[in-house]
Structures are given as structure tokens and as C-alpha cells.
């Protein structure tokens, strides 16, 4: 009885240790998930507070010691409920300088949901995520936006339901004197492992329009681009830089084709 007694009070005293240990687990332990959901592209940055409640900048490392670029205005504050040791997720994650309102988390290991929001990305941060957006030099405004996302994990594939948007407002390049080159939308339906793209132009002078989608992992895209009447001249130079031309119908094209 005495023996049973000690066991118990040993295993109450190893359990409240480990407990202890994970509840005041460090941020940088998340910065670590992130970058390896990630597969190395993003990383967390000047991370404060703890696994569970904290604060940190997203962007992009320079190699595994550099220092970590921006890619988003603000910071993002995380809460993570201890239920996760439950095998539950509760989470909420803000940044108002980014997200147009707090994003939740809840489900399991295996399924949870995603609440909608829209978050901004600067253009010309992107350029940190490497080629070919450090060579084109994006300027503009893009907006993502999506309804409620359900994700969903079997067998180490992750699959994704809904739908997102994202719009891209007066755009322009380095590679081109023409400010802006247009407004796009582009939007996504995510059934699971596979999803549809549809490319639209809002309005030019450079048009862009196509379709695409992703089935098992691999992606499609069938497009083209060509000048509105009258800026033909002045769009030619940065337009033979996208593709081949073709004729379609009356106008000559760019074939915009990823298979």
C-alpha cells in the first residue's frame, strides 16, 4: 500500500513537471511548426511570449542564420488553447495592420476549420520570396480573401475546402515604364486535393485572362495576354517577355501555358 502510494505521488510529481514544461513552452517552438509546414519558405520573426500566447513577424530568412524580411505590416498574436493537449485546436490569430478581422481555429488533428478574413499583402514585399517576383518587382495593392476553409489531414495529405479571392489593384513592374498595368481577380475553388483558377482582368492596359486547376498536386494553367486597343505599341516590349505570340480571332496574343 505504502509502495502503491509512492508510485502514485512519483507519477503526480513527474506529471506536474511535464505539465509545467509544456505550458511555458517557448514562441520559438511555433516559429519552428511554421517553418516546417512551410517547408522553409516563411519563418517567424523578434518572437515574444510563449508557445501558447505570443507575438512574432512573418517573412522570410536569409538562410538558416540571416536575419528575417518582413513580409506582411504588423505583428501576428497567437492564442493557443491547452485543450491541444486534449488533441483539440482552439486557436486565434490577429494582426490589424493585416488581417481585416482575427482568424479562428478549431477542429482536431485531423480537421479543423478556418474563419474568413482578408489579409493584405505589399507586392513589394515579395520580392523576399525570390524568383520570379524579385525580377519583375511587383507594386500595387493585393487583397486575399476567403470564406470559411476546412482542412482536413489522412495519411500525411493535407486537403482544402472553400474558396478564396484575391485581388490585385493597380499593378505595375519594374520591367515596364507603363503605371499601372492593370487590375486583376483571381479566384479558387479548393475541393480537397484538387481546385480551379480563374484568371480575370478588372481593367487594363495590359490584359490577362486564363484558367487553370490542380489535380494530386499538379498544376495546369491555359491563359493569355494581349494590350487593350490603342496601347499595343507600348505594352509590345513587356509582353514579348511572357510567351509566344498567336492569333486568336482578330487579335494577336500571348499564350500564357504552366503544365
Known sequence: ??????????????????????????????????????????????????????????????GKTGP??????????????PILMLGQIKAELENPAALSAPVKIAGNFSQWQVSPSVLLLPPERLEGLGAPLNTIGPTGSLHLSWNELLFS???????MTGHMQLE?????????????????????????????MQLLTMKGPMMLAGSGK????????????????????????????????????????IALEFK
Open 68 to 81: 528575417v524580411t518582413p513580409l506582411f505590416p504588423g505583428r501576428f498574436q497567437w492564442r493557443i488553447s
Open 168 to 196: 490585385m489593384a493597380e499593378m505595375a513592374s519594374r520591367l515596364s515604364p507603363i503605371k499601372p498595368l492593370g487590375s486583376y481577380q483571381m479566384a479558387f475553388d479548393l475541393r480537397g486535393t484538387d481546385a480551379d
Open 1 to 62: 500500500m505504502l509502495i502503491s502510494k509512492r508510485l502514485t505521488w512519483i507519477f503526480a510529481a513527474i506529471l506536474s513537471v511535464i505539465v509545467t514544461v509544456v505550458m511555458f513552452l517557448p514562441a520559438s517552438w511555433l516559429g519552428l511548426v511554421v517553418e516546417k509546414q512551410s517547408q522553409g519558405r516563411l519563418s517567424l520573426g523578434d518572437v515574444q511570449g510563449s508557445f501558447w500566447q505570443g507575438s512574432a513577424f512573418i517573412g522570410v530568412a536569409a
Open 153 to 159: 489531414r489522412k495519411n500525411a495529405q493535407l486537403s
Open 214 to 253: 490542380m489535380t494530386n498536386g499538379r498544376f495546369q494553367f491555359s491563359g493569355k495576354a494581349w494590350a487593350e486597343a490603342g496601347q499595343e505599341a507600348r505594352l509590345a516590349n513587356l509582353l514579348n517577355l511572357l510567351g509566344q505570340r498567336r492569333n486568336d480571332g482578330e487579335k494577336d496574343v
